[in-house]
């Protein structure tokens, strides 16, 4: 087993409520290593600050670009870092896991969008497919296996459970119901049987408060970057203003 593998995965148990783990959204080598050096002992990308950071909308990235940054970000840091890597972007679990070894990466999210259509795949495939992948990468990576139904407009604990057992059973190390409300966090933990990763929004909880109501793992999706690029606008003003006075 890798070790930063085998060090992200148990990261990830004995959290206590209120101490989950939280793992920034770096969208470049820059960013990465400014958490780093903050103290994380993980990183998570987000596939959308990352398009964002490329210039691309999200799931709009073609997959060398993405392996490419993620490539970026894993050389700049010396902590394990975990890939967006949605939904596969078409390649076989072989390839996919082979890409991912070789940008650096020791964890990757895995999502149950199908990304031709929009819509949710079925869960026994999504479930077969994520075996695949655990087969290919034996222990040398976390799967996170996000699941979107309330994403994708269906809004059922009970479809989210459902899901999350099957993608248990095929080898995913933790799940994420995203964007599920904080507070079915906790019985989708217990029902699930595995950590819970739970998405930092502008309007929600903050990050220890998501792991009192029973994630395990935050994320911030984009909105680390999205911070950061209100920072730099307020910066362009600012700079515009002073060049208004000036003249």
Excluded at 119 to 126: K, V, W, Y
Aim: charged content about 20%; aromatic content about 4%.
């Amino acid at each position: 087993m890798s070790a930063t593998a085998a060090a992200l995965r148990e990261l990830h148990h004995g959290r206590k409520p209120g101490d989950p783990l939280v793992l920034p959204g770096p969208w470049d080598a820059a960013s990465a290593r400014v958490f780093a050096d903050a103290g994380f002992p993980a990183l998570a990308t987000p596939s959308a600050g990352v398009a964002a950071s490329l210039g691309y909308e999200d799931g709009q990235t073609p997959a060398d670009e993405m392996f490419a940054a993620i490539a970026r970000i894993t050389r700049a840091v010396d902590i394990p870092v975990s890939a967006d890597v949605e939904a596969g972007y078409g390649l076989s679990a072989r390839e996919l896991v082979g890409r991912l070894a070789d940008a650096g990466a020791v964890g990757c999210n895995l999502e149950d969008t199908d990304h031709a259509t929009g819509a949710l795949r079925d869960p026994q495939e999504q479930a077969d497919w994520l075996a695949q992948v655990r087969a290919a990468a034996g222990d040398a990576l976390v799967i996170n296996a996000r699941i979107d139904t309330y994403l994708r407009g269906v809004p059922d604990a009970d479809e989210t459970i459902r899901r999350g057992r099957l993608y248990a059973e095929a080898g995913a190390d933790c799940v994420y119901p995203f964007c599920a409300p904080p507070a079915q966090l906790a019985r989708l933990a217990g029902a699930i049987g595995l950590p819970v990763n739970a998405v930092v929004l502008p309007d929600g909880p903050a990050p220890r408060e998501l792991g009192t109501l029973g994630a395990a793992r935050i994320t911030f999706g984009p909105g680390l970057q999205r911070r950061a690029m209100a920072a730099v606008a307020e910066l362009a003003e600012q700079l515009q203003a002073d060049l208004t006075v000036q003249s």
